[in-house]
C-alpha cells in the first residue's frame, strides 16, 4: 500500500482580502484513532455493556445494549474537516461467536443520520469479511461491497483484522499472517463526507446485525498500513490502542476463579518433561531443566522464549523416505498457510512432492519429470512456484523443463510455463533491483558440453518469464545467486569442457544491467557452490567432483580430490582460498547452524571403488577453519538440505543410487 497520505484538505479562498493562504492539515490526526475508546466510556459503565475475560483477554460484550449506547458522532475525531481519510487502516480485535451460515454481523459501521444511509461498514459472516462504502459521482450514489474471505475466522479464538485501503487497493491481514489483497474496480472515495455522520460500534444503528462476541480493539489509523507497526505477535496481543477499561485484569473472572495480580494470573511455569500444548496451556509456560529453556504454549506449540544456547550432541536416523526411483536433487521449502515441503528430483519418469503432517514428512503429489536433476522453489509477489530441471527430452523427443505455480484452490502445483532447455542440471532463482530472474545450467546438447546457459527475466505484463541474457558455459552443473553489500554476484560451477574436468567455474557481477565476469576459479568436475556467512565474514564453498583429463599420458582419473573454501577479501576485491577438504567425488555442500554453531555438509557420493562413502559434517573452529566432528554412512549421497521446525533441526539426503532418501535429526544437548 502506498504510504503517499491522500487526507483531506481544507482550502481557504487564496484571493480573500485581509487573509493569507492556510497551511495543509488532515482532518484527523495521524496518530491511531480508539474508535472503540469514543464510544465507550472509561470505566465501561454503560447500559447493557459487559467486560469480560476469555483466554487472559479481556473484551467488551455488547450484544446487551441499544445500538445508540454504543455509538458518538463523526465529528469528534473529525475535528478540522469532515472527510473521511482516502488511505487508511482499521485494526479490530475481536472473538467472534459461532454464526448460522447466512448470518452477518457488524463490527461497526458510519451513518449518515437524516436518511439513515450507511457511508461505511465492516460486517463479517462464518466464512467472509465484508467491508462496505458508499461511492457517489454524477451518476448517483451506490453502496460498494469489498469481501474477502476467512475460514478461520469461527474457531473460538481471538483473532485481530487489519483491513489497510489505498484508493482501489483493499488488503486484510488475520493475525500477522499472509495478506489478502484486491484491487476493486471502484476505488475507495477521496471525498466521503462524514457531515452528521455517527459511528455505530457493533451494529448498524439498527438490532439487526448486531454483534455478539467480544471485542477487544477497533482502531481507526489514517493514512498508512498499520501491518508494518502491528506484526509480528499474537492474536489478542496485536495491540495498537484499547479503552483503559481493557487494559488492566478487572474484567469478570471465568467460573469462580478469584481476581489476581497480572502476574500471578499469566505466569505460570510447568516443570518437568514436556507436557502437551493446547488451548488449556495457551499462554502458559513450560520450563525445560534438562536443556535449561523456558517456552510458552502458542496454539498447540511450544515455542521457544529463553534457551540455553544449543550445542549439536549427535546425528540420528528419523525417517526413512520412499521415492518414485533414485533422487538426483532435493528442495525444501515452505508455503504460507499450507506447510512445509519437500520435493525430490527422481530419475525415472516421475518426481514427489512430501509434506510435513504429524512430524514426518508424507506423501502429497507426483509430477512427471525427465530424469529430473533438480527444483527450485521461488516466490513473485503472493504467486508461489517450482521449476524442475529436466535432464532428458521428453517422449516427442523435445527438451523442457517446466515452471509450476501453486494453486491456492486445488493446493497442488499446476504446470504454469514450459521453458526450453539442454541436459538441465538446475535452476537458480534471485532478484535483482525489483526485478525477477531465472537461471538455468545447461548442461551439454547432444555430446557438446560448450554450450550456452540462459538468464530468464520475469515480464509482468506477459507474467512470462522471458530470455535476458545468455553466458557460456561448459557441462554446467549449478548455479549460486548472493549478495554482497549493494553488489549482486551469480556464480557457476563448469564440469566439463568435453575432454577435462580441469576447467575455469565464474563469478559474474551484476553491472549495467547484466551479468559481467568478475572472477575465476580453477575447479575440477565442479558440481555445486554453496555461498554461506559466519558473522561480518563471506564465504564460498566448491564441491570437486572428479580429476579426468582425456589428453594426458597418464589418465588422472581421482575422484578423492580437494574440495575448496574460499572466502572474500575486501581490501583484494576477490575470493581467496581459505581452506582445502580432502571430498570424495563431492556433489554438495549444505551450511547450517546449531546454536552459536556454524557447519558444513558435503555430500560424498564415490570414492573410486564404491559408493558407500561416509559424508562428513565440518564444525567452524575459528582459525582453525573447518574442523570434521560427525561421519555419517551414505550410498551414493546427491544432495543435502536442512531444515527446522519447532521440533527441532533436521537434515535430509538423496541418494542417486537406491530410491531412498533419509531424514537425520540433529540431537542437541
Known sequence: MSVLLTLCVVLLP?????????????????????????AVPPDGTASGISVTRVQGALGLELSAAAPHAVSFPASRIFVRCDLFPEEFSIVVTLKPPSLPPKKNEYLFSVVAEGPDALLLGL????????????REDSAGAWQTRVTFRSPALMDSQWHTL???????????????????????????????????????????????????GLV?????????????????????????SIPPVLQGLTGRPEGNEVLKYPYETSMKVTLGSRPPCTKVEDAQFWFDAGRKGLYLCVGSEWVSVLAATEKLDYVEEYQRLHTPSETLGLEVFLIPEAGLFVATANRKATSAIYKWMDGKFASYQNIPTQQAQAWRHFAIGRKVFLAVANADPNEKGQEFSVI????????????????????????????????????????????????????????????????????????????????????????????????????????????????????????????????????????????NSHSYDVEMQVQNDSYVINSVIYELNVTAQ?????????????????????????????????????????????????????????????????????????AGSYLIYSSAKEPLSRVLRLRTG
Not at 565440518?618 to 521446525?645: I, K, M, N
Request: hydrophobic share 40%; with cysteine.
Open 404 to 543: 509450476y505455480k501453486w494453486s491456492p484452490r486445488k493446493l497442488r502445483f499446476t504446470p504454469y510455463q514450459r521453458v526450453p532447455t539442454h541436459s538441465a542440471r538446475d535452476w537458480e532463482a534471485f532478484e535483482v533491483a525489483g526485478e525477477h530472474f531465472l537461471a538455468v545450467a545447461n548442461h551439454r546438447e547432444g555430446d557438446n558440453h560448450n554450450i550456452d546457459s540462459v538468464i530468464y527475466k520475469w515480464n509482468p505484463r506477459t507474467r512470462l518469464f522471458e530470455p535476458n541474457q545468455t553466458i557460456a558455459t561448459c557441462g554446467a552443473y549449478d548455479w549460486e545467486f548472493f549478495t554482497v553489500g549493494p553488489y549482486s554476484f551469480l556464480v557457476v560451477a563448469n564440469a566439463f569442457n568435453g575432454t577435462s574436468t580441469r576447467v575455469q567455474s565464474h563469478l559474474y557481477v551484476w553491472l549495467l544491467g547484466s551479468f559481467q565476469l568478475f572472477q575465476s576459479f580453477l575447479t575440477f568436475g565442479a558440481a555445486d557452490w554453496e555461498v554461506f556467512r559466519i558473522r561480518d565474514r563471506t564465504f564460498l564453498a566448491v564441491a
Open 574 to 646: 576477490s575470493f581467496v582460498k581459505f581452506q582445502e577438504i580432502t571430498t570424495c567425488s563431492a556433489l554438495d555442500w549444505e551450511f547450517f547452524s546449531v546454536g552459536e554453531d556454524y557447519f558444513l555438509v558435503v555430500a560424498n557420493s564415490f570414492d573410486g571403488n564404491t559408493f558407500l562413502v561416509n559424508s562428513i559434517i565440518y564444525r567452524w573452529q575459528g582459525y582453525e577453519g573447518f574442523v570434521a566432528v560427525h561421519s555419517l554412512p551414505t550410498f551414493g549421497c546427491r544432495d543435502w538440505e536442512a531444515f527446522r521446525t519447532t
Open 216 to 240: 477487544r480493539q477497533l482502531v481507526l489509523l489514517p493514512g498508512s498500513d498499520a501491518t508494518a507497526q502491528l506484526c509480528p505477535c499474537r492474536n489478542a496481543d496485536i495491540i495498537l
Open 14 to 38: 487564496l484571493a480573500t482580502p485581509g487573509r493569507g493562504t492556510r497551511r495543509w492539515e488532515p482532518c484527523t490526526d495521524l496518530r491511531p484513532l480508539d474508535i472503540l475508546a469514543e
Open 162 to 212: 487489519v483491513l489497510a485501503v489505498s484508493e482501489d487497493s483493499f488488503s486484510l491481514t488475520m493475525d500477522c499472517g499472509v495478506p489478502v489483497d484486491i484491487t476493486a474496480d471502484v476505488p475507495f472515495p477521496a471525498t466521503l463526507s462524514m457531515q452528521g455522520a455517527r459511528f455505530f460500534i457493533g451494529s448498524r444503528s439498527r438490532t439487526k446485525g448486531l454483534f455478539t
Open 123 to 134: 460486517r463479517y459472516s462464518p466464512a467472509r469479511v465484508h467491508f462496505l462504502f458508499l
